[in-house]
């Protein structure tokens, strides 16, 4: 699959969806003849500008409606089993417990990640569960899966958020990138999380991005806001 056309496209359909054909044609202008062959300079440079017109073009809700829905997805399958409890119980610690169980999981078995490097991920509140406080979810995104002991044994902050950044369209410029590119585009990967919890409950949420690398933060922390009404 080419990464770069498949995140363009789905970009062009939120557009199109949310904001109608002719804004979606303004800020995709450009973005034609890209591709994963093409420069990280070339999609870096167009990002920039798409960002820019679609924080001047679009009201912030319909800003963040749109990046949120550019973003990769979790497992549906992983989630039917919580999504079935949920509905049972209606009780959100069990469903958050359960993802949590999952994400340790994922370091243990699926990474191989050592007992005592999870102890230090879990303490800092990282993985797709986060951090349940009443109707919220602080959530600290774990560094890129295939860099984890090297982020953690990294000790200078441009290569630690080098080994961060998720992204694939520009985590390998992360720090040139640094406050260039406005920090909507980091809704994207917000998106994960809103995704996750829309699946499980069946309703909307919101999310609020706290810390980016791409805002030159440490790490990249999302707030998830549940629906009051659970």
């Known amino acids: 699959m080419d990464f770069e056309k498949y995140w363009l496209g789905k970009f062009s359909d939120c557009l199109s969806e949310i904001a109608g054909d002719k804004i ?3 800020i995709m202008e ?3 003849e890209l591709s994963d062959k093409s420069s990280i300079e070339e999609i870096t440079s167009w990002t920039n500008k798409a960002m820019k017109n679609l924080t001047s073009l679009l009201e912030p809700e319909a800003q963040v409606d749109i990046m949120t829905g550019c973003a990769c997805h979790y497992p549906m399958s992983e989630l039917a089993d919580i999504k079935v409890v949920y509905q049972k119980t209606k009780d959100i610690k069990v469903a958050h417990m359960m993802l949590q169980q999952k994400f340790e999981a994922l370091l243990k078995d699926t ?3 050592d007992n005592e490097l999870i102890t ?3 303490n800092k509140g990282m993985g797709s569960a986060g951090v349940l406080n009443g109707n919220m979810i602080i959530a600290t995104k774990i560094p890129k899966s295939g860099f984890i002991p090297q982020y953690f044994q990294a000790t200078n902050l441009d290569e630690k958020r080098a080994l961060y950044c998720h992204c ?3 985590r390998d410029v992360i720090n040139i990138l640094i406050k ?3 920090e ?3 809704y994207c990967g917000a998106g994960f999380y809103k995704d996750i919890w829309e699946q499980i409950l069946q309703k909307p949420v919101k999310v609020k991005v706290l810390e980016s690398v791409m805002k030159g933060d440490d790490v990249c922390k999302i707030a998830i806001h549940l629906p009051l009404d659970l």
């Open 30 to 32: 450009g973005s034609e």
């Open 168 to 170: 694939p369209r520009v």
């Open 180 to 182: 260039n590119i406005p």
């Open 24 to 26: 979606r044609g303004k």
């Open 111 to 113: 990474l191989k990640i």
């Open 184 to 186: 909507i585009y980091c």
């Open 120 to 122: 230090t991920i879990l």
